[in-house]
C-alpha cells in the first residue's frame, strides 16, 4: 500500500518561508511524476506544482517564482520551498500524483500564514 506522509508545515508571517517534505513508501518512487497539491477552508483542492521523474518542473500562476518543488529518488521523497508566502497560501498541503489514478491522500500538513 502507498503511504504519503507530508511535513514542515506551520505558521509563519507574511514574507516568510517555509519548506514542506513528502515521504513516499509502498511504490517505485522514480518513476512516477509527482505534485504537490493545497486546499484552503471553503475551497477545492488545487494543484500547485509537479516535478517529473527527469525534474522538469511546473507551477500554478499563484506560486511561481515563489515556490520549487524538487525531489530525491534515492529517499524516496519529494519537496517544496516556499517563499514570500502571502495569507492567500495559508491552507493544508498534500502530495499526491498528478494523474486520475490518485493514491490514497495523507494527513497532510498544515501551512498557515498570518499578515
Known amino acids: 500500500q502507498v503511504r504519503l506522509v507530508e511535513s514542515g508545515g506551520g505558521l509563519v508571517q507574511a514574507g516568510g518561508s517555509l519548506r514542506l517534505s513528502c515521504a513516499v513508501s509502498g511504490t517505485i518512487f522514480s518513476i512516477h511524476v509527482m505534485g504537490w497539491y493545497r486546499q484552503a477552508p471553503g475551497k477545492q483542492r488545487e494543484l500547485v506544482a509537479t516535478?517529473?521523474?527527469?525534474?522538469?518542473?511546473n507551477y500554478a500562476d499563484s506560486v511561481k517564482g515563489r515556490f520549487t518543488i524538487s525531489r530525491d529518488n534515492a529517499k524516496n521523497a519529494v519537496y517544496l520551498q516556499m517563499n514570500s508566502l502571502k495569507p492567500e497560501d495559508t491552507a493544508v498541503y498534500y502530495c499526491n500524483r498528478p494523474s486520475t489514478q490518485k493514491w490514497f491522500w495523507g494527513q497532510g500538513t498544515q501551512v498557515t500564514v498570518s499578515s
Open positions: 516535478i517529473s521523474t527527469d525534474g522538469n518542473t
